[in-house]
């Protein structure tokens, strides 16, 4: 978003920084560029530390405004409980009733569940999508990076698994993958503004004669209703569906170990 927000500016603002400039107005020309210089701060407030893998420790990315605020970074191995492989919505799809009410494989994701119950997913930046593998090389790096740094301290990257049955997992993923909302009701949430928001403020002209701006703002506001219901529900089920494929993904990684540890058939 950064970058394509980035992009319209580059071609809006300069015309219109140049026009204000030669019409006299070296104020509004400055006033033109703001944007750009705003944006600018933002990308540098938003941009992550490195992630950061070591024998003892694990260190997740933050942004300079988490930092500032006292976001934790590091996180001693000893202080995990958990550490899998997960998947991962970004803001967009869940602001994105079309995008997130899709109910496909989402992004590649390693979960951090510290021993006080906080977890932190470091979202690795999406590529072009593989069907054939899940994740990318850097996400696939750091998984290998931890499995070697929890198999030098002896201990499993799961220690506390959720009880889980296959039946019970195999309902929670097809609860992950249903429409987070109707298609329909979607579209209708949508669209609903334009119409509302008008007829509101018609019928309230024909009520009370020439408005104000305070009631057409009301108008406003209250036509915007059925919007901002879908944007909430959306994402507050779409948080419910990221917690459901933590859980599946914390089960899968802890069975997957206990595969691996289980002795094999012995030979004669």
Known sequence: MTVALAFILALATPVAAGERVLAGRPDEAAAAMAPIGLLGLFAWLASRSPLRVSADRIEV????????????RAFALAEVDNLYPTYYEDVGMRLSPFASAEGTAKH?????????????????????????RHGTEPYHATLAALRDACARAGRPLVRKPPSLTEAQAEAMLN??????????????????????IPGLVWSLGQMLGPLPPGPVLVAALAGLTPLLAVFAFVDLKSRRRADLLHEVQKWREHRKEAGARAPGPAQS
């Open 61 to 72: 990315p933050r942004s300079r405004f988490a930092r500032a605020l006292g976001a934790r």
């Open 108 to 132: 590649a994701g390693l979960a951090v569940e510290a021993t006080e119950g906080k977890r932190v997913v470091v979202e690795f930046t999406p590529t072009v999508l593989n069907l054939r």
């Open 175 to 196: 609860e992950a993958s249903r429409p987070l909302l109707p298609f329909p009701v979607t579209v209708a949430g949508i669209l609903a503004p334009s119409a509302l």
